[in-house]
């Protein structure tokens, strides 16, 4: 069965750093090939995509309020996704979510359990 769990949520100061982790587990496919998402929904917020990679793309794509800050980046030898956040804010307080889309499967969305972060003095 295909799984996406994630770790490395926590509690950080403002200014702080946190690497977030995404491994796959039961993929018939590597990670290399799947477009690869980091979401986040803070409290009375809709989901926002904060972070992606397209399928065997060398493209990294970031939300405006993240960029210069974050950084996606994935192991395929590990199947493993991460999500680099430096210089945190209260504002990237959120829950965040892996998430995996499979180009050649219409309809394909897998999603990680969340990982909570908040950024708090």
């Known amino acids: 069965q295909e799984r996406l769990v994630e770790s490395g949520g926590g509690l950080v100061q403002p200014g702080g750093s946190l690497t977030l982790s995404c491994t796959a587990s039961?993929?018939?496919?590597?990670?290399?090939?799947?477009?690869l998402n980091w979401y986040r929904q803070a409290p009375g917020k809709e989901r926002e995509l904060v972070a992606s990679?397209?399928?065997?793309?060398?493209?990294?794509n970031y939300a405006d309020s993240v960029k210069g800050r974050f950084t996606i980046s994935t192991d395929n030898a590990a199947n493993t996704v991460y999500l680099q956040m430096n210089s945190l804010k209260p504002e990237d307080t959120a829950v965040y979510f892996c998430?995996?889309?499979?180009?050649?499967?219409?309809?394909?969305?897998?999603w990680g359990q969340g990982t909570q972060v908040t950024v708090a003095s």
């Open positions: 990679i397209p399928s065997a793309s060398a493209i990294r």
């Open positions: 039961g993929f018939t496919s590597s990670t290399y090939l799947m477009n």
């Open positions: 998430n995996a889309r499979l180009p050649w499967i219409m309809g394909s969305d897998y």
